[in-house]
């Protein structure tokens, strides 16, 4: 009988390439990763892992044994939770959920307090992890459940496992102070409008560089951006002191002080917030006992 949790094992390394990354994955240590490997290996009766220079590759019963690891991965979760169902259906246990800082802040902190009032035998663990790394976590049975955003419009690539549902559309708006001449405007802003002005706007390579960009795609001169700033606090206090502008989105917006307005541009940036799943946990209470909540909390 093959050890599940060798199987684990296996799997981690295949997809991060070594026995330490696997190990932290999986927290472990990177000797208990290779000792639950070389079990594996005696329990097949051939090697599964070749050294490639500092790091492992499969071998081809390796990559055998990880390409069908799914199908019993899915057939474990499925009897746990058909169990659980069968128990009543009551939400219980616990579920491992990881997500971006702002939805974290934005939709899972609310839902939270929900849940702890609803649910009493039910715990939600969080992690910080961007959207791709999120994805993996669930492929990788490491968390149950994840929320993700698409990247510039293009929704993060996922494995025919895993479920996906819409939680929210997030906005973009700019932010500038009362005062600023473009407040008293009762037309919507258009790009030419706001090209005229001194910016804070999140550094590149950050899903809001990439509106700021996208907002100012037709913009022929070049934007007089002040200040790169990936702390959304940060940007308000430099709206306020400096007179700048700032496109933030609304998930991730702190409260705005009272010398402070949002006013959302005729291009108004957006990005889809999903939570995503494993197909095999596509019946357990207590996963859908947090979706729901989710949904809530983002209404």
């Known amino acids: 009988m093959i050890d599940v949790s060798a199987l684990h094992a296996l799997r981690a390394v295949a997809a991060l390439g070594t026995l330490a990354s696997a190990a932290d994955e999986l927290g472990y240590t990177a000797s208990a990763i290779s000792q639950q490997i070389k079990r594996l290996e005696r329990q097949i009766g051939t090697p599964v892992l070749a050294q490639a220079g500092r790091g492992v590759v499969l071998t081809p019963a390796g990559r055998a044994v990880v390409e069908t690891a ?21 939400p219980r246990g616990v579920v491992r959920l990881v997500g971006f800082s702002t939805a974290l802040r934005g939709i899972v902190a609310p839902a939270l307090r929900r849940l702890s009032m609803q649910y009493s035998d039910l715990t939600v663990i969080t992690r910080e992890e961007d959207p791709d790394r999120a994805l993996h976590s669930v492929h990788a049975g490491t968390a149950d459940l994840a929320l993700i955003h698409d990247a510039d419009g293009v929704p993060a690539a996922s494995p025919p496992s895993i479920v996906r549902q819409t939680i929210l559309t997030d906005h973009g708006d700019v932010i500038m102070k009362r005062t600023h001449p473009l407040a008293r405007r009762r037309s919507a802003l258009n790009h030419e409008d706001l090209a005229r002005y001194p910016w804070v706007t999140s550094p590149a390579g950050t899903v809001c560089h990439q509106w700021f960009r996208r907002l100012f795609a037709d913009t022929p001169t070049e934007i007089d951006v002040r200040h790169l700033v990936d702390d959304f606090s940060t940007q308000l206090a430099l709206v306020e002191g400096d007179d700048v502008l700032a496109l933030v989105p609304r998930l991730a917006r702190p409260t705005l002080s009272d010398g402070l307005i949002a006013v959302a541009p005729v291009r108004t940036p957006t990005r889809e917030v999903q939570a995503a799943w494993r197909r095999s946990a596509d019946a357990s209470p207590a996963v859908h006992a947090v979706l729901d909540s989710l949904s809530s909390a983002s209404g």
Do not use: M, P, Y
């Open 70 to 90: 799914d199908e019993v991965f899915h057939a474990l979760e499925r009897c746990v939770e058909a169990a659980r169902s069968a128990d009543g259906g009551v």
